[in-house]
């Protein structure tokens, strides 16, 4: 018998502090822990509605009432809950196989060093070439420069 | 409040209280073990819903598996093993990045607590048991468990793919001067990122 | 028959103008054939227009051009052949042909390329001219006269600027057409008052409501006040007179046609047409008798120092254009005899400053300049140009009995009846004339002694003769304060290579026409013996006749009497520094400048600093404001992949809290 406002508080609580996590690192990989505490979130949320009655919220009692009888045979939030955790893991291994490719790229996992979109980087050109050549762009490790190295 | 809610909220203060630290460290290794006393509160929290299997798989999976592959990208992008500040990103970005974890978790939770109310649920442990979730899985939830092992496998090959280093052709070793050499650390970015 | 002679003099000078600038425009023979061809059309138009009117009675109403409804008001653009219409087309046509024969001369030849002739526009513009008179003459109402008074301020425009190749002319021509604008805004507010107070523009209707007295006083005074400006701005009297002397810039014919014998006698013209509505408020023609007399002596008094031979006759054409205002100033009778004397001496003024002028031009054809000072014995040169260049400084000076001799007097008969009257403005008016007689002998004396009389200029005579003498005192008034000379003038320009004195043989085309101006100086007296009922009025009393004659004779002979000063010009009797003051036209120019010009042009600065620091400034700051913009939105666009996440969620988060709020 718990109040529902507890994992209510506690998944907006995360929620918050996984974007915090997401927008204010530099560094790739912690950005992708902001990105899980999100995840986790959901979960909590997730699996907080699982223990709600078949009707969802309407249907719970009054407090003081007995409490109905609680029927969801799919058990919606928990396999959805499991689900997001299968889904989280393939997402992060994507993502830190691009992390890494940054890594090769740029020799660093720090999101400034990819800053040629922006007009206010030192680096931005107007007119980018193919492969731009901003300083310290190197082509990736054993680069292909003779055919047609495409990028 | 029951002792359920105390455990419960007990758990949740850990949670919040980890999670947050592992946003805000600036060592990363801080980071990752932080994210694993998270994840690992969060199981509690789970258990304390009532929900086994979940809370086992979030430690299997999660803190097993997830911030393992953490850890090891942290090692393969040679994140800097001493307090940095560099981790974080200019006082703007971290305001604007603060207003919108403030502003969300305020809309969250202001629904959420305007929708739950004062309201309670019973908690009722063996509808997570493995039988039960089981039983969900393979009987109404088995195409989408199957489309999600579709998924994974499209997530391996993807990360096999990517992360591939760029195959070299086979010509011969021209004496040409090569517009940059190999890949040098040298080059780098990293000495003028240390000016930020 | 009199409605298609009447519309026949407007109509054909203006085909001939559109038909001489389509036809004539590469080719100079059609251009001026028909340019002489529309002019002599006109004539014969005109003159059967007159017989007909003397015989058969005016017609006061002839369609033009339809009626004008105007919600209340109804405008019929029509047009009028009487006696007064008849006889001053029949003079414009005249003077018209004489000045379109002796261009096909004057502007003979391709020019030099710095002073092109451009011949075939300025023939169909004295047309388009011609037609515009034509068209002020005969108009019934004055909506249409004034369209044919703007349409001759163009043409005027047009034609001081002719030469628009210098820049004195171009300045010249903007000063005729600004100060003239000037006057045209009275004649338009007078339409205007005219409308409100009469609801009619007709003149037939005006000219019959202000004899019976049913328009009311103060829109009868507005009006006749207003159309006072305009008449003082197109004659050229004080104050508008300064734009005359400059308008000496344009070709010798242009001034001979437009600024002597047509455009300025227009202002008494309309003076004479709306003469009921002017009787029937007194105070109008007081103020016009004033203008005339203070324009008559002060331009008189002026052309005695002038050094420029165009100047000296523009002066002295202000100067009769006042006795014309004067003469119908005077008027006490209702009526058509009362505009007699004034337009008896409009006609034989046409004639004899059509002759001096074109006579001038013919002079300075030969000399190649237009100023007096390289000017001499004419006499010995060129007789039959002497002889009528005299002819046409008598009628000038009134020497009895040419023609003009007897205009003159009649309009000095006329003020004297109306002083005996017991009005003031009599009086004003005759001890004007007749000082002016004096000054007008002697300023008409002097051109004679300077340009007929003793030896050719240039010649060893007149270097010892005294010319050296007259030098030094027409050099210092040059060289005291700069003027706008017309030296060397475009006439002087155009005709420069000629400049070989005594040598050159006149065309007979510049010839003729003068032989012909001569017959009407001579003989325009003739007409008072059995005068038509325009003229009727018109009569010399014998005291006067004598006492204006004996002072003209006065004048002329004291001025030819000037050698024995050492110089053929009298002017060098007078001080250095009234001299000065008469060369400059009494400083009028410099008065207008200071009082009008420069304010304008300052407010007109004001105007151009307002519209570029705030008007403008807005228009500016878009631009700006759109790149200050742009560059701080850009600012925005740091490259960081996380920083762009955080807009998006911030705005997820302002859109969530607005769903949730509004819901």
């Known amino acids: 018998m718990i109040h529902l406002i507890g994992p209510?508080?506690?998944?907006?609580?995360?929620?918050?502090?996984?974007?915090?996590?997401?927008?204010?690192?530099?560094?790739?990989?912690?950005?992708?822990?902001?990105?899980?505490?999100?995840?986790?979130?959901?979960?909590?949320?997730?699996?907080?509605?699982?223990?709600?009655?078949?009707?969802?919220?309407?249907?719970?009692?009054?407090?003081?009432?007995?409490?109905?009888?609680?029927?969801?045979?799919?058990?919606?939030?928990q396999v959805m809950a499991i689900f997001v955790i299968t889904i989280a893991a393939a997402e992060i291994g994507v993502a830190l196989a691009i992390v890494l490719l940054l890594f090769r790229a740029r020799q660093t996992a720090d999101l400034t060093a990819v800053e040629e979109l922006g007009e206010a980087s030192p680096t931005y050109t107007e007119n980018p070439t193919g492969a731009a050549e901003p300083a310290g762009a190197a082509q990736p490790a054993g680069a292909a420069q003779p055919a047609g190295g495409s990028s | 409040m029951n002792g359920l809610e105390v455990v419960f909220i007990g758990l949740?203060?850990?949670?919040?209280?980890?999670?947050?630290?592992?946003?805000?460290?600036?060592?990363?290794?801080?980071?990752?073990?932080?994210?694993?006393?998270?994840?690992?509160?969060?199981?509690?929290?789970?258990?304390?819903?009532?929900?086994?299997?979940?809370?086992?798989?979030?430690?299997?999976?999660?803190?097993?598996?997830?911030?393992?592959?953490?850890?090891?990208?942290?090692?393969?992008?040679?994140?800097?093993?001493?307090?940095?500040?560099?981790l974080d990103a200019g006082p703007g970005q971290r305001g604007a990045a603060a207003l919108a974890g403030i502003g969300l978790t305020a809309v969250l939770a202001g629904t959420l607590v305007y929708a739950f109310g004062d309201s309670t649920v019973d908690v009722q442990s063996d509808r997570g048991s493995a039988e039960s979730i089981g039983l969900a899985v393979f009987g109404g939830w088995v195409l989408p468990f199957e489309l999600l092992?579709?998924?994974?496998?499209?997530?391996?090959?993807?990360?096999?793919?990517?992360?591939?280093?760029?195959?070299?052709?086979?010509?011969?070793?021209?004496?040409?001067?090569?517009?940059?050499?190999?890949?040098?650390?040298?080059?780098?970015?990293?000495?003028?990122?240390?000016?930020? | 028959m009199i409605e298609s002679a009447a519309l026949l003099t407007i109509v054909l000078p203006a085909t001939a103008a559109v038909l001489g600038l389509a036809m004539g425009g590469r080719s100079r023979p059609w251009a001026g054939d028909w340019a002489v061809v529309g002019s002599l059309s006109a004539l014969v138009a005109a003159v059967v227009e007159l017989v007909q009117v003397l015989r058969h009675g005016p017609v006061t109403s002839i369609g033009f051009l339809g009626r004008v409804e105007l919600g209340t008001f109804s405008i019929g653009l029509d047009l009028r052949a009487d006696q007064l219409s008849a006889t001053v087309a029949v003079a414009v046509a005249v003077v018209a042909l004489c000045v379109q024969v002796y261009s096909t001369a004057y502007l003979s030849g391709p020019g030099t390329p710095e002073a092109p002739t451009r011949y075939p526009a300025y023939a169909a513009t004295v047309s388009l001219f011609t037609a515009a008179m034509m068209l002020v003459i005969h108009s019934g109402d004055l909506v249409l006269l004034l369209i044919g008074w703007e349409a001759m301020g163009l043409a005027s425009y047009l034609l001081v600027g002719h030469h628009s190749e210098r820049a004195s002319a171009r300045a010249a021509a903007m000063k005729a057409f600004l100060v003239t604008r000037v006057g045209d805004l009275g004649v338009l507010f007078a339409v205007v008052v005219l409308l409100?107070?009469?609801?009619?523009?007709?003149?037939?209707?005006?000219?019959?409501?202000?004899?019976?007295?049913?328009?009311?006083?103060?829109?009868?005074?507005?009006?006749?006040?207003?159309?006072?400006?305009?008449?003082?701005?197109k004659s050229a009297q004080f104050p508008l007179h300064t734009w005359l002397p400059d308008a000496m810039e344009g070709p010798t014919p242009v001034s001979a046609l437009i600024h002597a014998a047509t455009m300025v006698a227009a202002g008494v013209f309309l003076v004479a047409r709306m003469l009921p509505l002017y009787l029937?408020?007194?105070?109008?023609?007081?103020?016009?008798?004033?203008?005339?007399?203070?324009?008559?002596?002060?331009?008189?008094?002026?052309?005695?120092?002038?050094?420029?031979?165009?100047?000296?006759?523009?002066?002295?054409?202000?100067?009769?254009?006042?006795?014309?205002?004067?003469?119908?100033?005077?008027?006490?009778?209702?009526?058509?005899?009362?505009?007699?004397?004034?337009?008896?001496?409009?006609?034989?003024?046409?004639?004899?400053?059509?002759?001096?002028?074109?006579?001038?031009?013919?002079?300075?054809?030969?000399?190649?300049?237009?100023m007096l000072a390289d000017m001499g014995g004419l006499l010995r040169t060129h007789r039959a140009l002497a002889v009528l260049f005299g002819i046409g400084l008598a009628g000038l000076a009134g020497v009895p009995p040419l023609g003009g001799f007897w205009s003159k007097e009649a309009v000095l008969t006329a003020a004297?009846?109306?002083?005996?009257?017991?009005?003031?403005?009599?009086?004003?008016?005759?001890?004007?004339?007749?000082?002016?007689?004096?000054?007008?002998?002697?300023?008409?004396?002097?051109?004679?002694?300077?340009?007929?009389?003793?030896?050719?200029?240039?010649?060893?005579?007149?270097?010892?003769?005294?010319?050296?003498?007259?030098?030094?005192?027409?050099?210092?008034?040059?060289?005291?304060?700069?003027?706008?000379?017309?030296?060397?003038?475009?006439?002087?320009?155009?005709?420069?290579?000629?400049?070989?004195?005594?040598?050159?043989?006149?065309?007979?085309?510049?010839?003729?026409?003068?032989?012909?101006?001569?017959?009407?100086?001579?003989?325009?007296?003739?007409?008072?013996?059995?005068?038509?009922?325009?003229?009727?009025?018109?009569?010399?009393?014998?005291?006067?006749?004598?006492?204006?004659?004996?002072?003209?004779?006065?004048?002329?002979?004291?001025?030819?009497?000037?050698?024995?000063?050492?110089?053929?010009?009298?002017?060098?009797?007078?001080?250095?520094?009234?001299?000065?003051?008469?060369?400059?036209?009494?400083?009028?120019?410099?008065?207008?400048?200071?009082?009008?010009?420069?304010?304008?042009?300052?407010?007109?600065?004001?105007?151009?600093?307002?519209?570029?620091?705030v008007i403008d400034a807005y228009v500016r700051a878009v631009p700006i404001t759109a790149r200050t913009g742009g560059n701080l939105l850009r600012r925005a666009q740091t490259g960081l992949a996380t920083a762009y996440a955080a807009w998006l969620v911030l705005g997820a988060v302002v859109i969530a809290i607005a769903g949730v709020v509004l819901a």
């Not at chain 3, 101006?517 to 006067?544: E, K, M, Q, R």
């Open chain 1, 8 to 77: 209510a508080v506690l998944a907006s609580a995360l929620a918050g502090i996984g974007v915090y996590g997401l927008l204010a690192r530099r560094n790739a990989v912690l950005v992708l822990i902001g990105a899980e505490l999100l995840l986790n979130a959901a979960n909590v949320l997730l699996v907080t509605a699982s223990a709600l009655p078949a009707g969802g919220l309407a249907a719970i009692p009054d407090p003081g009432e007995a409490p109905g009888e609680i029927t969801d045979p799919l058990l919606s939030g």
């Open chain 3, 280 to 370: 029937a408020v007194p105070g109008a023609l007081q103020v016009a008798a004033v203008i005339a007399a203070i324009s008559m002596v002060g331009a008189a008094l002026a052309a005695l120092a002038q050094d420029d031979l165009k100047r000296l006759l523009a002066y002295s054409t202000i100067s009769q254009v006042a006795y014309m205002l004067a003469g119908v100033a005077v008027t006490q009778a209702g009526g058509v005899e009362g505009i007699g004397p004034g337009i008896f001496h409009l006609l034989s003024h046409a004639a004899f400053k059509a002759l001096l002028f074109l006579a001038a031009g013919c002079v300075i054809h030969l000399v190649g300049s237009t």
């Open chain 2, 149 to 196: 092992s579709v998924l994974l496998l499209a997530a391996l090959i993807a990360a096999l793919a990517i992360s591939r280093p760029t195959p070299t052709p086979t010509t011969p070793k021209t004496p040409t001067t090569s517009k940059t050499p190999t890949p040098t650390p040298a080059t780098t970015t990293l000495p003028d990122r240390e000016a930020r």
């Open chain 3, 416 to 613: 004297d009846e109306a002083a005996h009257a017991g009005s003031w403005v009599g009086w004003v008016v005759l001890l004007a004339g007749l000082g002016t007689s004096l000054l007008t002998g002697l300023y008409a004396g002097r051109a004679w002694s300077i340009v007929a009389l003793g030896p050719p200029a240039g010649s060893l005579e007149a270097a010892l003769v005294g010319a050296p003498d007259a030098l030094p005192a027409i050099g210092d008034a040059e060289t005291e304060e700069p003027h706008e000379t017309l030296a060397p003038g475009a006439d002087a320009a155009l005709h420069a290579r000629h400049a070989a004195p005594g040598t050159h043989h006149l065309p007979a085309a510049m010839m003729l026409p003068l032989y012909l101006l001569a017959i009407p100086t001579l003989t325009l007296g003739v007409v008072l013996i059995n005068p038509p009922a325009l003229l009727s009025g018109v009569h010399v009393d014998l005291v006067t006749g004598v006492t204006g004659a004996m002072l003209s004779l006065a004048g002329l002979g004291w001025a030819m009497s000037a050698p024995r000063l050492g110089a053929p010009d009298i002017a060098i009797a007078l001080p250095d520094g009234t001299r000065a003051l008469l060369l400059d036209g009494f400083r009028v120019d410099a008065v207008q400048q200071a009082l009008i010009v420069r304010p304008v042009l300052a407010l007109a600065r004001v105007v151009k600093a307002a519209d570029w620091s």
């Open chain 3, 196 to 233: 409100a107070g009469a609801q009619t523009t007709s003149i037939a209707q005006i000219t019959q409501a202000a004899t019976d007295g049913e328009i009311g006083h103060g829109t009868l005074l507005a009006s006749a006040l207003l159309l006072l400006g305009g008449v003082a701005g």
């Open chain 2, 12 to 86: 949740a203060v850990l949670t919040g209280a980890s999670g947050l630290l592992a946003v805000t460290s600036f060592r990363v290794v801080h980071c990752a073990l932080w994210l694993v006393v998270c994840l690992g509160s969060l199981a509690g929290v789970y258990l304390v819903l009532g929900a086994e299997i979940v809370a086992l798989v979030q430690l299997l999976v999660y803190v097993g598996a997830v911030v393992v592959l953490v850890i090891f990208a942290l090692m393969l992008t040679r994140a800097p093993i001493e307090a940095s500040r560099r």
